[in-house]
């Protein structure tokens, strides 16, 4: 099965790869924008970083905003203009329970830019699953617990959801469509022992692939290490044995469960990914990246609350260097990886390219 999660797709893109140092003053498009469309949401996962008070992520946050109909319009008409390949939608809040949701997706299928989002599923149903069915790319439902009751317990919501949600999975997967449907199963100590049950019941009800990762419990890289130290060598055992019994050519199991050594800190000086894959927040402000979001003072790109996305984008190419990672990121950054590869290859003398 040909990969989905892999960290080389930029290097298929190498007039953007060649636009993006300092020296070229040139600036491409982003290839793919995360919008954040609200920041309400109805599950309160005890884990979610954009809820916790002590965590970078999310720190500036407010609960209530939402990307007003006519903004959210203009910038899908800005980056179909600009050539934007694809919007992801995401959270601050739950991003299919925002009231403008379904007439954004139509307008992007118009304009035929892919789209995709992260969601906890519950409001997977109706018009937004049949826009989803017909035109979306993929979906990812985040779920954590393995019964009704430990869901609950996770996410402080309504009784029955996990049952709910499993039920709009069912359905959204007898429908005819090429939406990649997966699961995002973040693991911690309590549902760790549940991972094989989890795993076949996602194959048996047709989900297309499942991404497991490990729950960020802290800003710092130690603490973090340290609370997944006990259950870190069985986690890893199980998850190559069940992809060993479970994966074929209809069901990926994606192994993102960090390893102890994980470092937050950087030494680099300006971030590529930031012109790669920007993210847009309720608040109308633009970020950095998904780890930044709702960092007041050290993520924000710019505002388009009073100018469109495209004029801001291509103002000043001088917005891109404002983040110093090796100063202002030494927290989780889930392109670290990615930034690395791009920054080797913008590094490269070019004068000794043909001694390959
Ligand atoms: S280095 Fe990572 S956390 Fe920092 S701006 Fe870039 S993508 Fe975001």
Known sequence: MKSKYSKLKIFHYKDKLDSLSKETNKILPP????IKPTNICNHNCWYCAYHQDDFQLGQDMVMKDSIPEEKMMEIIDDIADMGVKAVTFS?????????HIDKALQK?????IAFASLTNGSFLKETTAELFAKYGTWLRISIDGWDDASYKKYRNCKEGEYTKVIENIKKFKQRKSKCVLGISFILDKDNVQHIEKQMNLFKSIGVDNVKLSAVIVSNDSKENNRYHAPIFKQTKDTIKKIKNELEDENFEIFDAYHELDENFSKDYDWCPHTQIKPVIGADQNIY???DKAYNLDTGVLGSIKDQSFKKFWYSDKKNFFKVKPSRDCNHHCVVNTHNKLVLEYCDIDKQHLDFV
């Open 91 to 99: 959270g601050g809040g739950e991003p299919l329970y925002y009231r």
């Open 31 to 34: 290839i793919h924008i995360r």
């Open 108 to 112: 992007l299928a118009d304009h035929k």
């Open 288 to 290: 950095t990246c998904q």
